[in-house]
């Protein structure tokens, strides 16, 4: 059967962007400070990181008085540090590298926001900017499970022998949820074309 690209629009629905107007407005703008700031400062040396994300956010556009600036630095820059995904954000680590190929009957095609490779263990993770987070991986939007287990599969292929770990970064927090391999199981898209309740 023909090939059809991976959109969340056929994975399952996507939940609500938060409103860009009244009282989500400080979310939304907040949760895209934090996405740039997570793509920015992993391309620094880690001494420069703290100094550049107040650099950032002093930047009247983003209109922040002292008190929320430094709150949000200190956030982001946790989870820059947290141990567990300290790769991600490494030198060496890469920013929105493409990827595509066939999961099943399903053409894969995306970006991974930022993935890190190295010679035992591939560690790829996505950002979600403007959405609230859920309370654990399980109750994540079947959608957003079914991209990460997509990718995970090809990343399977590209480098085999090595473990594939995957995460999402929730900006609205932030938060980091490791997937587990057992969840992303239950979720491959891999019968969507004979499946003609996905047309």
């Known amino acids: 059967p023909a090939t059809r690209p991976l959109a969340p629009s056929r994975l399952g629905e996507e939940p609500a962007v938060l409103s860009p107007a009244g009282a989500d407005d400080v979310r939304f703008r907040r949760g895209r400070i934090v996405h740039r700031l997570l793509q920015l400062l992993p391309e620094l040396p880690v001494a420069r990181r703290a100094a550049a994300a107040r650099r950032f956010l002093a930047d009247p556009?983003?209109?922040?008085?002292?008190?929320?600036?430094?709150?949000?630095?200190?956030?982001?820059?946790?989870?820059?540090?947290?141990?567990?995904?300290?790769?991600?954000?490494?030198p060496g680590s890469r920013a929105e590298v493409p990827i595509a190929g066939l999961v099943g009957q399903v053409a894969v095609s995306g970006q991974?926001?930022?993935?890190?490779?190295?010679?035992?263990?591939?560690?790829?993770?996505?950002?979600?900017?403007?959405?609230?987070?859920?309370?654990?991986?399980?109750?994540?939007?079947?959608?957003y499970l079914a991209q990460m287990a997509a990718y995970r599969a090809l990343l399977r292929r590209a480098f085999p022998g090595r473990r594939v770990r995957t995460a999402l970064v929730w900006t609205d927090g932030p938060r980091l949820m490791a997937l587990p391999d057992a969840l992303l199981d239950r979720h491959l898209p891999a019968r969507l074309d004979s499946d003609p309740s996905t047309t």
Request: net charge negative.
């Open 61 to 90: 556009a983003h209109g922040l008085d002292a008190t929320a600036r430094e709150a949000l630095a200190a956030e982001v820059l946790a989870v820059l540090a947290d141990a567990a995904f300290a790769p991600i954000f490494a």
């Open 112 to 143: 991974i926001d930022r993935l890190a490779i190295g010679s035992e263990e591939i560690l790829a993770v996505d950002f979600k900017t403007n959405r609230a987070p859920p309370a654990a991986p399980e109750t994540a939007a079947p959608a």
